[in-house]
């Protein structure tokens, strides 16, 4: 069993109050002035990090998301699950999941009602673009190299409650059926959970569904229809939107992306609501693949890189980010949702773990 190198520990320090955003960190993205960006599964912000000491992060930031590309509404939560930066900007997902409603042991006939009842928030049917540009972001923006070069946030064009990857996925035979029957996400429906980009390329990893085993990325490439609107451009076969690479993660569904080279590094975890182990694979040459694609640790083309510390309760890796550090060009800084206590310096602050990769 490979088992994970700890380099070090980050120290991430947000303003007071910052309980909730220090118990539910779900996606992280380093930018080249050194930023380290994060969201949430709650809430409609993201946050920036800046290095204060090696190894510290802090001047804590918060960025309305709703500030620069047009949301649903103000009020529901866009539980962004996966985060990526490229070509000057920060890139960020929504869930696309539904939920079911939590039960709160006070009254059982309120708790079976609730656990009958599925809810859909259109704010989480998100996939936007936010320019960066010295440590802010901007709605628009020029480099200031290449001012001829305009920057705009965008996000993918919206439907009355959805957006257009959804429409083009209602009818495939895959996850089609998953969206005519909307199960909530950590019941293996549908849910997005993982985001990488290459230039105009997006990867979208799936928490779920897991078919058989075999864990879904999706493959888009967009371009601006209009100001602030991204559609999709034909790329798969028949004319389709997107591409299917199916991977074997051992029965896990994805948590996160990043890119390593033409390399995918995925981060796998269950895909109910249960503990289980979490795990580092590397899609080998996932800028590569003409159509869609199966790959298993068998084929050669995906390998097991190292499990994570297994810590019942606790610990739920879900963030990943590139970070040079001490020596290596690209170690693995991981963040975590529901942080164990021994994490916790103070109700502001929070350790994360960087891992060698190789």
């Not at 996932?286 to 390998?303: C, I, K, V």
């Amino acid at each position: 069993m490979p088992n994970p190198f700890l380099l070090t520990r980050l120290l991430l320090r947000f303003d007071e109050p910052a309980e909730d955003m220090v118990g539910n960190l779900s996606a992280a993205a380093f930018t080249p002035d050194g930023s380290l960006w994060l969201g949430s599964d709650e809430g409609i912000t993201v946050e920036r990090l800046s290095l204060i000491e090696p190894y510290i992060f802090g001047k804590h930031q918060s960025f309305s998301i709703g500030n620069f590309v047009e949301l649903f509404n103000q009020e529901d939560e866009i539980d962004i699950e996966g985060m990526d930066y490229a070509n000057n900007y920060l890139w960020l997902t929504g869930s696309h999941s539904t939920k079911r409603k939590k039960t709160k042991g006070k009254n059982p006939q309120k708790d079976l009602d609730r656990l009958a009842t599925i809810k859909a928030e259109p704010n989480r049917y998100l996939i936007a673009r936010i320019p960066v540009i010295n440590g802010g972001l901007l709605k628009s923006a020029s480099l200031p190299d290449q001012p001829d070069q305009k920057l705009t946030a965008a996000c993918l064009q919206k439907t009355e409650d959805k957006n257009i990857l959804i429409e083009a996925l209602k009818d495939d035979c895959h996850l089609g059926s998953f969206l005519s029957f909307p199960l909530p996400s950590k019941e293996n429906g549908f849910d997005i959970e993982g985001l990488a980009v290459h230039q105009d390329k997006i990867f979208l990893g799936f928490r779920g569904p897991v078919l058989r085993g075999w864990a879904i990325i999706v493959e888009i490439e967009v371009e601006e229809k209009e100001l602030g609107v991204l559609t999709l451009k034909e790329i798969g076969e028949e004319g389709k939107c997107y591409k299917k690479h199916f991977v074997n993660l051992n029965g896990l569904g994805v948590r996160e992306l990043c890119l390593k080279g033409d390399d995918l590094i995925i981060l796998a975890g269950p895909t109910m609501d249960l503990e289980g182990s979490l795990r580092i694979f590397r899609l080998k040459n996932a800028l590569d693949h003409p159509s869609n694609s199966l790959s298993s640790q068998e084929s050669g083309d995906l390998e097991l890189l190292f499990h994570l510390p297994f810590n019942e309760g606790a610990d739920h890796a879900e963030g990943l980010a590139l970070f040079p550090c001490l020596g290596e060009s690209d170690s693995l800084v991981v963040v975590y949702d529901s942080p164990d206590q021994a994490r916790l310096v103070e109700p502001h602050s929070v350790y994360a773990d960087v891992f060698r990769l190789r």
